[in-house]
Protein backbone atom coordinates (compact mmCIF):
# COMPACT_ATOMS: atom_id res chain seq x y z
CA UNK A 1 0.00 0.00 0.00
CA UNK A 2 1.21 3.45 -1.06
CA UNK A 3 0.81 6.10 1.82
CA UNK A 4 0.49 9.70 0.96
CA UNK A 5 0.08 12.73 3.25
CA UNK A 6 -2.99 14.44 2.75
CA UNK A 7 -1.07 17.98 3.55
CA UNK A 8 2.54 17.93 2.20
CA UNK A 9 3.05 16.20 -0.55
CA UNK A 10 0.68 17.47 -2.68
CA UNK A 11 1.31 19.00 -6.02
CA UNK A 12 0.61 22.88 -6.70
CA UNK A 13 -1.64 22.06 -9.73
CA UNK A 14 -3.56 20.31 -7.90
CA UNK A 15 -6.55 21.56 -7.18
CA UNK A 16 -9.53 19.00 -5.83
CA UNK A 17 -11.32 16.08 -7.26
CA UNK A 18 -14.32 13.63 -7.23
CA UNK A 19 -14.43 10.12 -6.21
CA UNK A 20 -17.57 8.11 -7.39
CA UNK A 21 -18.23 4.55 -6.81
CA UNK A 22 -19.66 2.59 -9.23
CA UNK A 23 -21.48 -1.02 -8.17
CA UNK A 24 -20.57 -2.24 -11.89
CA UNK A 25 -16.77 -1.88 -12.53
CA UNK A 26 -17.39 -2.18 -16.15
CA UNK A 27 -19.21 1.48 -15.92
CA UNK A 28 -16.87 3.83 -17.96
CA UNK A 29 -16.17 7.24 -15.70
CA UNK A 30 -18.37 9.81 -16.24
CA UNK A 31 -15.74 12.73 -16.82
CA UNK A 32 -12.15 13.04 -16.99
CA UNK A 33 -12.31 16.05 -15.20
CA UNK A 34 -13.14 16.32 -11.84
CA UNK A 35 -13.88 20.16 -11.90
CA UNK A 36 -16.85 19.69 -14.27
CA UNK A 37 -17.85 16.91 -12.23
CA UNK A 38 -18.14 18.77 -9.22
CA UNK A 39 -19.62 22.24 -11.32
CA UNK A 40 -22.43 20.25 -12.62
CA UNK A 41 -23.19 18.60 -9.55
CA UNK A 42 -24.10 22.23 -7.70
CA UNK A 43 -26.06 23.27 -10.68
CA UNK A 44 -27.71 19.95 -10.60
CA UNK A 45 -28.33 20.89 -6.84
CA UNK A 46 -28.91 24.08 -7.58
CA UNK A 47 -32.03 23.22 -10.58
CA UNK A 48 -33.45 20.69 -8.45
CA UNK A 49 -34.10 23.73 -5.59
CA UNK A 50 -35.04 25.89 -8.13
CA UNK A 51 -37.85 23.63 -9.45
CA UNK A 52 -38.88 22.38 -6.41
CA UNK A 53 -39.60 25.88 -5.52
CA UNK A 54 -41.53 26.61 -8.42
CA UNK A 55 -43.39 23.36 -8.56
CA UNK A 56 -45.05 24.30 -4.47
CA UNK A 57 -45.26 27.99 -5.15
CA UNK A 58 -47.00 28.05 -8.61
CA UNK A 59 -48.41 24.78 -9.68
CA UNK A 60 -49.49 23.34 -6.38
CA UNK A 61 -52.13 26.13 -6.29
CA UNK A 62 -53.55 25.56 -9.61
CA UNK A 63 -53.35 20.97 -8.99
CA UNK A 64 -55.74 22.36 -6.08
CA UNK A 65 -58.35 23.26 -8.17
CA UNK A 66 -60.75 20.39 -8.90
CA UNK A 67 -60.67 19.57 -5.24
CA UNK A 68 -61.74 22.66 -4.39
CA UNK A 69 -64.31 22.64 -7.20
CA UNK A 70 -65.18 19.07 -5.96
CA UNK A 71 -66.06 20.22 -2.37
CA UNK A 72 -68.09 23.42 -3.06
CA UNK A 73 -69.63 23.01 -5.94
CA UNK A 74 -72.06 19.99 -5.20
CA UNK A 75 -71.68 20.69 -0.93
CA UNK A 76 -75.48 21.41 -0.38
CA UNK A 77 -76.33 18.14 -1.95
CA UNK A 78 -75.34 16.32 1.15
CA UNK A 79 -73.61 12.74 1.72
CA UNK A 80 -73.52 10.01 -0.45
CA UNK A 81 -73.95 6.44 0.81
CA UNK A 82 -72.50 3.86 -1.25
CA UNK A 83 -75.15 0.87 -0.89
CA UNK A 84 -75.43 -0.47 -4.25
CA UNK A 85 -79.16 -0.32 -5.79
CA UNK A 86 -81.62 -2.64 -7.52
CA UNK A 87 -79.83 -2.74 -11.27
CA UNK A 88 -81.63 -4.92 -14.13
CA UNK A 89 -80.67 -8.06 -12.38
CA UNK A 90 -84.51 -8.51 -12.23
CA UNK A 91 -84.85 -9.09 -16.35
CA UNK A 92 -83.09 -12.01 -17.94
CA UNK A 93 -80.54 -10.21 -20.06
CA UNK A 94 -76.85 -11.06 -19.98
CA UNK A 95 -74.44 -8.96 -17.52
CA UNK A 96 -71.12 -8.22 -18.17
CA UNK A 97 -68.36 -9.75 -16.56
CA UNK A 98 -67.47 -6.60 -14.67
CA UNK A 99 -67.53 -6.05 -10.63
CA UNK A 100 -68.29 -2.24 -10.38
CA UNK A 101 -71.10 -1.34 -8.30
CA UNK A 102 -73.76 1.23 -9.17
CA UNK A 103 -73.73 3.98 -6.72
CA UNK A 104 -77.20 4.74 -4.58
CA UNK A 105 -76.94 8.32 -3.26
CA UNK A 106 -78.92 9.50 -0.50
CA UNK A 107 -79.18 13.52 -1.47
CA UNK A 108 -80.72 15.67 1.16
CA UNK A 109 -83.43 18.37 -1.01
CA UNK A 110 -83.60 21.41 1.41
CA UNK A 111 -85.79 23.71 -0.97
CA UNK A 112 -89.62 23.46 -0.62
CA UNK A 113 -91.15 20.70 -3.09
CA UNK A 114 -93.39 22.53 -3.81
CA UNK A 115 -91.06 24.91 -5.92
CA UNK A 116 -91.23 22.14 -8.37
CA UNK A 117 -94.81 22.25 -10.08
CA UNK A 118 -94.59 18.62 -10.79
CA UNK A 119 -95.01 17.70 -7.25
CA UNK A 120 -98.35 19.55 -6.84
CA UNK A 121 -101.52 17.16 -6.94
CA UNK A 122 -102.73 16.01 -10.16
CA UNK A 123 -99.91 17.52 -12.29
CA UNK A 124 -98.46 14.93 -13.88
CA UNK A 125 -101.88 12.59 -14.40
CA UNK A 126 -103.09 15.69 -16.43
CA UNK A 127 -99.96 15.78 -18.43
CA UNK A 128 -99.77 12.35 -19.35
CA UNK A 129 -103.29 11.97 -20.31
CA UNK A 130 -103.12 15.45 -22.59
CA UNK A 131 -99.84 13.42 -23.97
CA UNK A 132 -101.54 10.50 -24.31
CA UNK A 133 -105.02 12.02 -26.19
CA UNK A 134 -102.81 14.05 -28.47
CA UNK A 135 -99.56 12.39 -29.37
CA UNK A 136 -100.83 8.29 -29.35
CA UNK A 137 -102.57 6.63 -32.51
CA UNK A 138 -104.63 3.37 -32.73
CA UNK A 139 -101.48 1.51 -33.67
CA UNK A 140 -99.41 2.38 -30.58
CA UNK A 141 -101.93 1.18 -28.17
CA UNK A 142 -102.28 2.37 -24.64
CA UNK A 143 -99.90 3.99 -21.99
CA UNK A 144 -99.25 0.67 -19.53
CA UNK A 145 -96.39 3.24 -17.58
CA UNK A 146 -95.04 6.88 -17.33
CA UNK A 147 -92.28 8.40 -15.27
CA UNK A 148 -90.49 11.85 -14.62
CA UNK A 149 -86.92 11.80 -15.01
CA UNK A 150 -83.69 13.87 -15.45
CA UNK A 151 -82.43 13.55 -18.56
CA UNK A 152 -78.69 14.08 -19.41
CA UNK A 153 -77.94 15.76 -22.35
CA UNK A 154 -75.06 15.23 -24.59
CA UNK A 155 -73.82 18.80 -23.30
CA UNK A 156 -74.10 17.12 -19.45
CA UNK A 157 -77.15 19.52 -18.59
CA UNK A 158 -80.22 18.40 -16.67
CA UNK A 159 -83.48 18.10 -18.05
CA UNK A 160 -86.80 17.94 -16.85
CA UNK A 161 -88.62 15.03 -19.38
CA UNK A 162 -91.86 13.26 -19.39
CA UNK A 163 -91.56 9.44 -20.42
CA UNK A 164 -94.25 7.59 -21.81
CA UNK A 165 -94.49 3.63 -22.33
CA UNK A 166 -96.34 2.21 -25.01
CA UNK A 167 -96.34 -1.94 -26.04
CA UNK A 168 -93.92 -0.33 -28.92
CA UNK A 169 -92.09 2.37 -28.00
CA UNK A 170 -91.06 4.76 -25.31
CA UNK A 171 -92.55 8.53 -26.00
CA UNK A 172 -89.91 11.23 -24.81
CA UNK A 173 -92.15 14.55 -23.81
CA UNK A 174 -90.67 18.31 -23.33
CA UNK A 175 -93.58 19.56 -21.48
CA UNK A 176 -94.60 22.74 -19.56
CA UNK A 177 -95.50 22.10 -16.27
CA UNK A 178 -96.10 25.79 -15.78
CA UNK A 179 -98.35 26.76 -18.81
CA UNK A 180 -99.47 23.05 -19.12
CA UNK A 181 -98.92 22.53 -22.65
CA UNK A 182 -96.26 20.52 -24.75
CA UNK A 183 -93.59 21.75 -26.07
CA UNK A 184 -91.44 18.96 -27.91
CA UNK A 185 -92.15 15.24 -28.74
CA UNK A 186 -89.95 12.35 -29.66
CA UNK A 187 -91.15 8.41 -30.15
CA UNK A 188 -88.12 6.02 -29.75
CA UNK A 189 -89.29 2.40 -31.08
CA UNK A 190 -87.92 -0.67 -28.73
CA UNK A 191 -86.81 -2.17 -31.84
CA UNK A 192 -84.70 0.65 -32.65
CA UNK A 193 -82.53 0.48 -29.35
CA UNK A 194 -79.54 -1.49 -29.72
CA UNK A 195 -78.02 -1.91 -26.11
CA UNK A 196 -78.59 -0.64 -22.96
CA UNK A 197 -75.96 0.60 -19.82
CA UNK A 198 -77.32 0.39 -16.84
CA UNK A 199 -73.85 2.26 -14.04
CA UNK A 200 -72.46 4.82 -12.11
CA UNK A 201 -72.46 8.45 -14.30
CA UNK A 202 -68.83 8.96 -14.27
CA UNK A 203 -66.25 12.18 -15.94
CA UNK A 204 -63.35 11.61 -17.94
CA UNK A 205 -60.02 11.62 -15.28
CA UNK A 206 -58.87 14.56 -16.69
CA UNK A 207 -62.22 16.44 -16.04
CA UNK A 208 -62.65 18.92 -13.63
CA UNK A 209 -65.93 18.75 -13.19
CA UNK A 210 -66.36 16.20 -10.04
CA UNK A 211 -68.76 13.04 -10.56
CA UNK A 212 -72.05 12.91 -9.58
CA UNK A 213 -71.89 9.85 -7.40
CA UNK A 214 -75.20 8.81 -9.02
CA UNK A 215 -76.36 6.22 -11.33
CA UNK A 216 -78.07 6.05 -14.64
CA UNK A 217 -79.40 4.65 -17.94
CA UNK A 218 -78.45 5.31 -21.21
CA UNK A 219 -80.21 3.65 -24.23
CA UNK A 220 -78.15 3.23 -27.22
CA UNK A 221 -79.94 4.15 -30.47
CA UNK A 222 -79.75 2.37 -34.09
CA UNK A 223 -78.02 4.79 -36.25
CA UNK A 224 -77.88 5.37 -40.31
CA UNK A 225 -74.25 7.03 -39.83
CA UNK A 226 -71.92 7.97 -37.52
CA UNK A 227 -72.58 11.54 -35.29
CA UNK A 228 -70.45 13.78 -37.37
CA UNK A 229 -68.17 16.60 -35.59
CA UNK A 230 -70.94 19.57 -35.92
CA UNK A 231 -74.09 17.69 -34.43
CA UNK A 232 -72.19 16.48 -31.72
CA UNK A 233 -70.79 19.41 -30.75
CA UNK A 234 -74.38 21.36 -31.39
CA UNK A 235 -75.58 21.80 -27.66
CA UNK A 236 -79.50 22.32 -29.84
CA UNK A 237 -79.57 18.96 -31.21
CA UNK A 238 -81.96 16.44 -30.52
CA UNK A 239 -81.08 13.63 -32.60
CA UNK A 240 -77.72 12.16 -30.85
CA UNK A 241 -77.74 8.06 -30.77
CA UNK A 242 -78.06 7.69 -27.16
CA UNK A 243 -80.38 8.99 -23.98
CA UNK A 244 -79.48 9.03 -20.45
CA UNK A 245 -81.40 9.42 -17.64
CA UNK A 246 -80.93 9.46 -13.68
CA UNK A 247 -83.19 9.94 -10.79
CA UNK A 248 -85.68 13.07 -10.70
CA UNK A 249 -84.80 15.32 -7.94
CA UNK A 250 -87.71 15.21 -5.68
CA UNK A 251 -87.42 11.08 -5.55
CA UNK A 252 -85.05 12.02 -2.43
CA UNK A 253 -87.06 14.47 -0.93
CA UNK A 254 -88.31 13.80 2.89
CA UNK A 255 -91.32 14.89 1.95
CA UNK A 256 -92.10 12.75 -1.65
CA UNK A 257 -93.72 9.97 0.78
CA UNK A 258 -96.65 8.83 -1.43
CA UNK A 259 -95.32 5.86 -3.30
CA UNK A 260 -97.31 6.23 -6.24
CA UNK A 261 -95.87 9.59 -6.77
CA UNK A 262 -92.66 8.70 -6.08
CA UNK A 263 -92.70 5.74 -8.07
CA UNK A 264 -92.58 7.94 -10.93
CA UNK A 265 -89.74 9.85 -10.04
CA UNK A 266 -88.47 5.78 -9.71
CA UNK A 267 -85.15 5.25 -12.25
CA UNK A 268 -84.99 1.88 -11.07
CA UNK A 269 -88.71 1.24 -12.16
CA UNK A 270 -87.56 2.50 -15.09
CA UNK A 271 -84.85 0.52 -15.71
CA UNK A 272 -86.78 -2.59 -15.23
CA UNK A 273 -89.77 -1.78 -17.51
CA UNK A 274 -87.45 -0.21 -20.19
CA UNK A 275 -85.81 -3.89 -20.15
CA UNK A 276 -88.36 -5.98 -20.28
CA UNK A 277 -90.74 -3.88 -22.79
CA UNK A 278 -87.48 -4.19 -25.31
CA UNK A 279 -86.58 -7.55 -24.47
CA UNK A 280 -90.06 -8.48 -26.04
CA UNK A 281 -88.59 -6.62 -29.35
CA UNK A 282 -85.42 -8.01 -29.08
CA UNK A 283 -84.48 -11.15 -27.48
CA UNK A 284 -80.42 -10.88 -27.61
CA UNK A 285 -80.53 -7.49 -26.47
CA UNK A 286 -77.21 -6.45 -24.89
CA UNK A 287 -77.41 -4.82 -21.45
CA UNK A 288 -74.72 -4.11 -19.73
CA UNK A 289 -73.44 -2.92 -16.26
CA UNK A 290 -70.72 -0.57 -16.85
CA UNK A 291 -69.99 2.89 -15.79
CA UNK A 292 -71.63 6.06 -17.94
CA UNK A 293 -68.87 8.60 -19.25
CA UNK A 294 -70.09 12.10 -19.66
CA UNK A 295 -67.72 13.74 -21.89
CA UNK A 296 -67.80 17.12 -20.21
CA UNK A 297 -63.68 18.30 -18.97
CA UNK A 298 -64.33 21.79 -18.12
CA UNK A 299 -67.73 22.42 -19.00
CA UNK A 300 -68.71 25.50 -16.54
CA UNK A 301 -72.08 26.44 -18.16
CA UNK A 302 -73.33 22.50 -17.58
CA UNK A 303 -72.18 23.05 -14.46
CA UNK A 304 -74.06 26.43 -13.42
CA UNK A 305 -76.88 25.14 -15.18
CA UNK A 306 -77.43 22.14 -13.20
CA UNK A 307 -76.28 23.47 -9.94
CA UNK A 308 -79.37 25.97 -10.33
CA UNK A 309 -81.59 23.36 -11.88
CA UNK A 310 -82.38 25.66 -14.42
CA UNK A 311 -83.54 22.85 -16.40
CA UNK A 312 -86.94 22.25 -14.16
CA UNK A 313 -89.79 23.92 -14.56
CA UNK A 314 -90.20 25.42 -10.82
CA UNK A 315 -90.92 28.73 -8.92
CA UNK A 316 -87.91 31.26 -8.28
CA UNK A 317 -88.66 34.24 -6.41
CA UNK A 318 -91.22 36.29 -8.18
CA UNK A 319 -90.83 33.67 -10.93
CA UNK A 320 -91.53 30.97 -12.24
CA UNK A 321 -89.82 29.49 -15.16
Not at 22 to 37: E, F, L
Not at 67 to 91: F, L, V
Not at 109 to 117: G, T, W
Not at 189 to 215: A, C, H, Q, T
Amino acid sequence: MIEMALEEDLPEEFKGCSLRIHPDRSDPPKSPNPDVDRIDNVSDINNQSQNYHWRNTFMAPLSSIPNKITETIWSSKGSKDETPPPTATSTTAPQSSSNEKCIQPSIIIKEDPNNFFTFRDGVIERAVKECTAHLLDETEGPVYASFLLTQINHWDTDKERLLMMTAKNLILVKYDFIALRRLGCRKIMFSDIEGIVVGNLVYPSGSLIPDRNMKGIRLLLKQDKPDSFASKWNPFNSEVHFLTFTYHPLYYHKDCADERLRSVYNLDLFIENICLSVQKWKENIVILQHNILLENYVGLGSVIHNRHSLGFFKVRGKFSF
